[in-house]
């Protein structure tokens, strides 16, 4: 029996070794969209520091702890990857406004571009790939991930699913967390 009989046919005694298009969309939606995007722009951005980059972007004067806490890396993990961006001239560290012996982290005018780029870049990519669906397979896609996120959030809670973009997308946010 084929993974899509499997799939169809909602088999429960389906081990994730049999059933892996979950695993190998994902892989393909980050290969083939979100490293690809981070290649075009600057052919050493990790994918770590890029979501360094989105979290700093979107929560700008955050102390290192909450960017630790955001990424779900170690303080001296996150003191690495900043010390690394610091470096590269793309974030700066600032005084904290009310506590001395705290910095916070903002984006410089580099960093911003490279995030800005390659966000539109990844947009660029993925629109490419969708331009080679039908529409209605793109409609589908779109339902599908809709349900797919609901119902995960069943087993885990949308605060770990959040991107933590900050309040530019609450709106259109699929979790609706705000």
């Known amino acids: 029996m084929g ?3 499997q799939f ?7 081990e994730m070794s049999e ?6 969309f994902c892989r393909a939606l980050a290969t083939g ?7 075009d722009v600057h052919s050493s951005l990790s994918e770590v520091q890029m979501s360094a980059l989105r979290f700093i ?3 700008p004067d955050t102390p290192l702890y909450h960017l630790a806490s955001g990424l779900k890396i170690s303080s001296p993990a996150a003191t690495k990857l900043v010390d690394r961006l610091a470096g590269r001239g793309w974030v ?10 705290k910095w916070v982290l903002i984006l410089t005018d580099e960093g911003r ?3 800005e780029t390659v966000q539109s870049a990844e947009a660029k990519h993925f629109a490419e790939i969708l331009q080679h669906m039908a529409p209605a397979d793109r409609d589908a896609l779109a339902r599908g ?7 995960v959030q069943h087993r885990v809670d949308r605060e770990e699913l959040c991107l933590q973009c900050g309040t530019d997308l609450q709106e259109a946010c699929i979790l609706h967390i705000w």
């Open 3 to 5: 993974w899509r009989t």
């Open 8 to 14: 169809l046919e909602g088999n429960g005694g389906v």
């Open 19 to 24: 059933f892996h298009d979950g695993k190998l």
């Open 33 to 39: 969209v979100m490293a690809c995007a981070r290649t």
């Open 57 to 59: 972007k979107h929560h």
């Open 92 to 101: 700066k560290r600032n005084p904290h406004p009310s506590d001395r012996r």
């Open 113 to 115: 571009r490279i995030y």
């Open 145 to 151: 991930l809709e349900a797919f996120l609901e119902a």
